[in-house]
């Protein structure tokens, strides 16, 4: 119970940043990082599945209800939530999650990059897809995907590599 | 029975995500205009597509009929040239209209889809935005007036038919110039109504019905059909007139559809006066 209500402060705390800040950095003049993905990629990975997918929904949800824009967020966020135990057993081994205590600090440089990338890259791609909808747009939107991903995986390896305790899913 | 429930059991995750997924999409094209236009016009896009295949199906077995037509259609086309004195540019050709001084453009379409029987009738045709139609155009058959646009996708668009309680015309009588409102009450597609025409009016039998100015959507003038009978409507003291159309849906698949060149600035006009009537 505790640690249910320590995630919905952290969602509620990663919503809050993204709405008042992150939205509004223009980087560039069109880039804004997605740094609310933090909450699937620091949610342990022995933590409850279901607790994720639905808190990750919820996040997405209340973010589109600031930035008025459906179910978006919530649609790309669900998505990468689903799939985050497949793309860590895919870059950090099959075996790792047999281990007690393991979450994505213990993983080395490389690898602890290429899942936030990976991740990032998922979640960016799919906001844009659904966003823009047609292939015609997507092409002209690829840059922008591009950009907008490099950015928040930067921030986010930012994030992780300040934060060294860590966070209790 | 436990097989089944341990089937789902397992796929719980699985589950859980599709439904969540499901309800995201819904909030994304309920909420979102852009989106929700995306899914109309694919799903315009698509059953298009099918009615063009059919329909060039069929158009293959009926060659010869539209051979006819055509030519019969040549024919009023080259009637209406000698008066306008107009040269002929395709596809569409500006046509400033002779006796009423209105201004017109057509645009050929086909028919792809049409139905004939059901309470509400609908045509779609092969043409959409792209070639310059919008919704609210009057559509014209080579016999008669086929019915209104109500939806346009790139390609295609689709057409309330005059075979529609929905669709209403303004129409009159030929001979004297009292108008009314033509209406098909659906149950015969050679019969419509024509209402609010008023009891002191004299009507014969086979007198000549036609579209009125009055909106802007048909020009004026142009052959309905002919009255087959009429009785006096105790309630409201009006005529109720059966008409017999002229159009024959049933053997036409060219139309025209009416892009009427003055609407926008009638409508503002219209709007220009109405607020400053409701100004103190």
């Not at chain 2, 979102?32 to 069929?58: A, M, T, W």
């Not at chain 2, 790139?154 to 001979?175: E, M």
């Amino acid at each position: 119970m505790r640690s249910f209500l320590s995630d919905l402060s952290f969602l509620a705390l990663l919503c809050l940043l993204q709405v008042s800040l992150f939205n509004h950095i223009d980087f560039l003049g069109y880039i804004n990082p997605y740094i609310y993905i933090l909450f699937v990629l620091v949610y342990l990975p022995q933590g409850n599945k279901f607790h994720l997918l639905f808190l990750a929904f919820l996040l997405g949800w209340s973010i589109d209800h600031f930035m008025n824009t459906g179910g978006l967020h919530a649609s790309s966020l669900t998505f990468v939530a689903y799939f985050r135990l497949n793309i860590l057993r895919f870059i950090a081994g099959k075996n790792i999650l047999n281990e007690r205590d393991f979450s994505i600090y213990e993983l080395s440089f490389a690898k602890r990059f290429s899942f936030v990338f990976f991740m990032v890259l998922l979640h960016t791609h799919i906001l844009f897809s659904l966003e823009f909808m047609e292939i015609s747009n997507l092409k002209k939107a690829f840059p922008n995907v591009l950009f907008n991903a490099l950015f928040t995986g930067f921030l986010c390896l930012v994030y992780l590599s300040i934060t060294k305790k860590p966070y209790k899913g | 029975m436990r097989e089944i429930f341990d089937f789902f059991l397992k796929r719980l995750f699985f589950l859980c995500f599709i439904f969540l997924e499901a309800f995201a999409f819904f909030l994304l094209f309920a909420k979102n205009d852009f989106h929700r236009s995306i899914y109309k016009g694919s799903s315009l896009f698509i059953v298009g597509k099918i009615y063009q295949i059919r329909s060039e199906i069929k158009d293959y077995f009926s060659l010869k009929q539209v051979n006819e037509q055509l030519a019969q259609e040549n024919a009023s086309l080259k009637n209406a040239l000698e008066i306008s004195k107009n040269p002929l540019k395709t596809p569409e050709q500006e046509i400033e209209d002779p006796v009423y001084e209105q201004k017109y453009t057509y645009i050929p379409a086909r028919i792809i889809g049409n139905s004939l029987h059901e309470k509400k009738n609908f045509l779609t045709l092969d043409k959409g935005t792209l070639d310059g139609i919008e919704p609210d155009m009057g559509v014209l058959l080579p016999n008669g007036i086929g019915g209104v646009i109500i939806s346009v996708s790139k390609h295609f668009s689709t057409v309330r038919s005059l075979l529609n309680p929905q669709t209403k015309i303004n129409a009159r009588l030929k001979r004297n110039k009292y108008f009314g409102t033509l209406i098909w009450h659906g149950q015969d597609h050679r019969i419509a109504l024509l209402e609010d025409i008023p009891k002191y009016v004299s009507i014969l039998r086979g007198d000549i019905v036609e579209t009125d100015g009055k909106s802007a959507i048909f020009p004026q003038g142009i052959y309905l059909g002919k009255v087959k009978d009429y009785q006096l409507d105790a309630e409201n003291g009006n005529y109720k007139i059966r008409v017999e159309l002229a159009t024959d849906f049933a053997a036409s698949d060219r139309v025209y559809v009416v892009k009427n060149l003055l609407k926008k600035e009638r409508e503002d006009l219209k709007k220009e006066t109405l607020q400053k009537e409701s100004e103190p």
